[in-house]
């Protein structure tokens, strides 16, 4: 199954969704606006690509799983946009949700994003357990202990000069914890063992970690072609940044050092259990700056 087969099929999941018991048309359209925008789905494609490196054969269920955790991404990506918080016209190249449909339409789509999820988690094919403990690990990395909290963090942050230390506890929250739930969720999928779902977690962590480091350098040294959205404007609300903090060099080499570490965690799991990284070590290294 190719990686443009994924990306396309985790679409379609969230599109019959939503339009095969649709209330109101104006929301169906709002909501798939923005999910149809594109991006690379990063996180849903590392839950399958995960599965399939536990020799799971993936099923419509798997794909609900993953297109939940797009639907949670994209709902965010809406309410980051408002005026109330990062107050950004453009989005993957495009007008933003509430500059295309207004502010209202846009807060509801991205309600109906953090909802929504849930009960496309509780309909899939999946024991009983598997999907409780699902829906319980996405919840914490996504609400109150995990991105929403991050969330409030970055924006307490703002025109403060904060240390590495408070700059990682907002990231790890923000990005981080939603970033590690694909690893999580497939070694619940898996029926993993403890031990291995402790270090997919910390692989996982990791990996957000890196993210982040990378869309701060980006910020700085990218152009509105290359990312799709409004360049510098971390420097515009005097955000603390890694660059801002370790100089872009200093990020850079912290940047490479991060995906180390997750690369080889993921290497070891490859020695201790029946596990393939093979194919999420290529996504990680298509994240390297210069590839």
Do not use: C
């Amino acid at each position: 199954m190719t990686r443009e087969f994924k990306i396309r099929q985790i679409g379609l999941t969230i599109q019959d969704f939503y339009q095969s018991k649709e209330v109101s048309s104006d929301l169906t359209e709002t909501i798939l606006y923005s999910v149809e925008a594109g991006g690379k789905r990063i996180r849903p494609l590392l839950l399958l690509e995960l599965l399939e490196g536990f020799g799971l054969e993936l099923t419509p269920a798997h794909f609900q799983v993953a297109a939940a955790l797009e639907m949670i991404h994209t709902g965010s990506l809406i309410h980051d946009d408002l005026p109330a918080m990062d107050n950004d016209d453009y989005r993957r190249g495009r007008l933003t949700s509430h500059k295309k449909f207004g502010e209202d339409m846009a807060i509801l789509a991205g309600d109906s994003l953090f909802l929504d999820p849930y009960g496309l988690v509780a309909m899939a094919e999946l024991p009983s357990q598997v999907k409780v403990d699902l829906i319980a690990e996405l919840s914490l990395a996504a609400g109150s202990f995990g991105m929403v909290a991050g969330q409030v963090l970055d924006m307490q942050g703002e025109g403060r000069k904060l240390t590495i230390d408070q700059l990682q506890t907002i990231h790890a929250n923000k990005t981080g914890k939603l970033l590690a739930y694909p690893f999580v969720a497939a070694g619940i999928i898996a029926q993993a063992s403890q031990s291995v779902l402790g270090k997919l977690r910390q692989a996982g962590e990791l990996l957000g970690l890196a993210f982040q480091v990378r869309d701060d350098i980006l910020d700085v040294t990218a152009s509105f072609e290359q990312i799709g959205k409004t360049p510098q404007k971390d420097l515009a609300a005097e955000k603390s940044t890694y660059p801002a903090l370790l100089g872009l060099d200093g990020a850079r080499t912290f940047f490479d050092e991060t995906l180390e570490q997750a690369k080889n965690l993921l290497e070891q799991l490859e020695t201790e259990s029946d596990f393939s990284a093979e194919e999420i070590q290529k996504i990680i290294e298509s994240l390297r700056l210069d590839g």
